[in-house]
């Protein structure tokens, strides 16, 4: 099982991500892309990477806006793997159309 960040570690890892925000039980980022099938890219190509890791986030799909919000379920809280996923989720972010 992954050990749960403390209130600082979060805050801490926080501060190297794009648009994240959150404490100790998940963390949270909205994303507005240029259309409905770009953001439909966006979390098919999430959806990969979470499979690999399994590890899934949590996606709310509105229109052309995404909402992920990333917890490590079975820890209780936030772990070090929702900071990788997270980083991931940026690096797919970054080259969305």
Same mark, same amino acid.
């Given at each position: 099982?992954?050990?749960? %960040?403390?209130? #600082?570690?979060?805050?801490?890892?926080? /501060? /190297?991500?794009? +648009?994240?925000?959150?404490?100790?039980?998940?963390?949270?980022?909205?994303?507005?892309?240029?259309?409905? %099938?770009?953001?439909? +890219?966006?979390? *098919?190509?999430?959806?990969?990477?979470?499979?690999?890791? +399994?590890?899934?986030? *949590?996606?709310?799909?509105?229109?052309?806006?995404?909402?992920?919000? %990333?917890?490590?379920?079975?820890?209780?809280?936030? /772990?070090?793997? *929702?900071?990788?996923?997270?980083?991931?989720? #940026?690096?797919?972010?970054?080259?969305?159309?």
């Amino acid at each position: 099982m992954s050990e749960l %960040l403390t209130a #600082d570690d979060v805050a801490a890892s926080l /501060t /190297t991500l794009h +648009d994240w925000s959150g404490d100790t039980s998940a963390i949270t980022r909205k994303a507005k892309l240029a259309t409905f %099938l770009g953001a439909i +890219d966006v979390v *098919d190509r999430v959806a990969q990477v979470a499979e690999g890791m +399994d590890h899934h986030p *949590d996606i709310d799909i509105r229109w052309r806006t995404l909402i992920f919000t %990333l917890a490590t379920h079975s820890a209780g809280g936030v /772990t070090a793997k *929702d900071f990788t996923l997270a980083a991931k989720i #940026d690096e797919i972010l970054a080259t969305a159309p």
